[in-house]
């Protein structure tokens, strides 16, 4: 029997897969807070959630709206400050996985959340940093959720938010981040990508079922590399997707209603 | 003035004339749509306090708002949103269309720099922003944004210096407060505490005043003592319709309601504010407005599931 389930299930699915049990996990807002709670209901129960507003391993309720949503604080070890978490655990290296979403993502996996257009004057307002070029500058593994079209994926970002790769292998270790070679991964609803160290570029490892390299291909703004036998993603388990659909996000805050 | 000999008691009116002037720098308590000082927010409205600017990590509709109303010249952050409720949407028109000047940081940048301001050093070392556009780009009003040196004990390792951050007024909601302005924050602290040691004045607003005596026999839990802080205004529900932890949830409702206007702008954003805000003599005819003693209750249940 055929499973039927979105993209955007597998894609937060698959995401979490990339997160060990026992991990510490810096979870930016949206996406990456929604797969970080999965994992944590499936595979890695011992995981040590980490929330910018302060609170230090809590049990997540679904689905918080905010980083300063009181879902999030729900029986944590700690409440503490945004320096204690920022500064303390992740500046300092203790974060195993930084967790980030991104308006665009260029082939160094460089992330643009602030402007596009001229920065004084800007054709387009983002959100800005919050605390992703901390995780982006700092975790020991960077994940990166984003949906993929080719305006989110374009050669170089309008403005550098986070870093990736900067401009290429050497780039992160010539700024200065001590944090120098980081694994890079990126899952999309089209396709997992990786920096390759060699290139510093993000290139294709995996792709979603269904989906062909021409599809990534179409979708991205530069040309796409790949792993020479790329295999698929694994399909999800009708049990995945009810954890996901009944105990993660409940009220289709972030999966949307059913069709 | 912050001595045990003053009394800081007073209305949210008061304590804006005092404190908050046209031209002051803001330090913005709460984040996004949790713990906004928003009973001083509709005050500085109401006395169109000018030519603000406004400093925090996060900011929501609190910021939203005072740019809304035409009252701030700049803002300096790490993000400006509502998170799931959508942009600001009233910031971002601003900042597209050059009447508010903004300059970014992350969040650990601001409050490495209100750490500077807390501990009365000119500057801070960080090792986030290398590489990016964060240090490349700043608006025009910016002077020396940073400085990247090597660390002295270590050459080949290199840090970036911000400058310090002292706001001239924090405006703050917290749980808990006693008669003297020792506040008790519960859950989440974010950048506050940083950010209050570092203000010239702090003015706050509580859920409740508890007896000096429960703060003075359990001085531990005590997360601000009250030498920094200047007016205390007791105001029950005054984050509405941002959460207080362990008192009441965010209300989705008028989030939405006031993201509807702030999209639309113009007449149905002049609205908002006319109802809610210019109309209103004080904050708890505001309460009334959006569903008062009834509303409160069903947030307050919402929030005690949670905790």
């Known amino acids: ?259 | 003035m912050n001595s045990l000999k003053t009394n800081k008691i007073m209305t949210a009116a008061e304590a804006v004339r005092r404190f908050v002037f046209d031209g002051a720098i803001i330090g913005m308590g709460g984040q996004t749509i949790g713990r906004c000082a928003m009973a001083f927010i509709h005050e500085i409205v109401r006395q169109k306090k000018k030519d603000l600017t406004l400093v925090g990590c996060n900011l929501g509709m609190n910021m939203d708002i005072l740019v809304g109303a035409g009252l701030v010249k700049r803002t300096e952050c790490g993000t400006g949103n509502l998170e799931r409720f959508g942009t600001a949407f009233s910031w971002r028109r601003a900042v597209e269309g050059g009447s508010v000047e903004n300059e970014d940081y992350s969040h650990l940048a601001m409050v490495t720099r209100f750490l500077a301001g807390e501990m009365g050093v000119p500057f801070m070392p960080i090792r986030s922003l290398l590489g990016t556009d964060i240090l490349a780009k700043k608006s025009a009003g910016t002077g020396k944004k940073y400085e990247i040196i090597p660390n002295p004990w270590d050459p080949q390792d290199r840090v970036v210096l911000l400058p310090a951050l002292q706001p001239d007024v924090s405006i703050m909601h917290v749980q808990k407060a006693d008669e003297e302005g020792n506040l008790i924050i519960e859950g989440f602290l974010t950048h506050e505490p940083e950010m209050i040691r570092a203000s010239k004045a702090v003015i706050v607003s509580c859920e409740e005043i508890i007896p000096a005596e429960e703060v003075r026999r359990y001085p531990e839990r005590t997360t601000i003592p009250y030498v920094y802080v200047h007016a205390l205004v007791l105001q029950p529900w005054g984050a509405h319709p941002t959460s207080v932890y362990r008192y009441y949830m965010h209300d989705i409702d008028h989030l939405r309601e006031y993201q509807r206007c702030a999209r639309e702008g113009g007449a149905a954003y002049a609205d908002y504010l006319d109802k809610y805000i210019y109309s209103c003599a004080n904050f708890e005819e505001y309460l009334e407005k959006v569903g008062g003693w009834r509303k409160y209750q069903k947030l307050r249940q919402e929030m005690m599931k949670m905790v």
């Open chain 1, 1 to 259: 029997m055929a499973i039927n389930y979105k993209p955007d299930e597998l894609m937060i699915i698959e995401s979490a897969r990339h997160i060990n049990d026992g991990e510490i996990v810096f979870a930016g807002t949206g996406l990456p807070l929604v797969a970080a709670m999965y994992a944590q209901k499936t595979h890695a129960p011992h995981m040590c959630f980490v929330i910018e507003t302060g609170p230090i391993a809590p049990q997540v309720l679904p689905v918080p709206t905010s980083v300063s949503d009181p879902k999030g604080m729900h029986r944590a070890a700690k409440l503490g400050t945004l320096r204690e978490v920022l500064g303390c655990l992740l500046q300092r290296g203790l974060v195993d996985v930084g967790f980030l979403g991104g308006a665009q993502i260029d082939q160094f996996a460089n992330i643009n959340s602030t402007v596009i257009g001229d920065y004084q004057r800007p054709k387009i307002r983002f959100p800005g940093s919050g605390g992703a070029n901390d995780i982006a500058s700092h975790a020991k593994r960077i994940l990166i959720i984003c949906r993929h079209e080719k305006r989110r994926f374009p050669e170089k970002c309008a403005y550098i938010t986070s870093p990736g790769y900067l401009s290429g292998p050497e780039g992160r270790k010539e700024a200065g981040l001590k944090n120098a070679y980081p694994d890079i991964t990126v899952v999309t609803d089209l396709a997992v990508m990786a920096v390759d160290k060699k290139t510093g570029k993000l290139q294709v490892i995996k792709l979603m079922p269904g989906v062909t390299l021409e599809r990534v291909q179409e979708n991205t703004g530069f040309p796409v590399n790949s792993l020479p036998n790329l295999s698929n993603v694994a399909l999800p388990t009708e049990e995945d997707l009810r954890i996901l659909r009944e105990e993660v996000d409940p009220d289709g805050e972030y999966l949307g209603k059913e069709d």
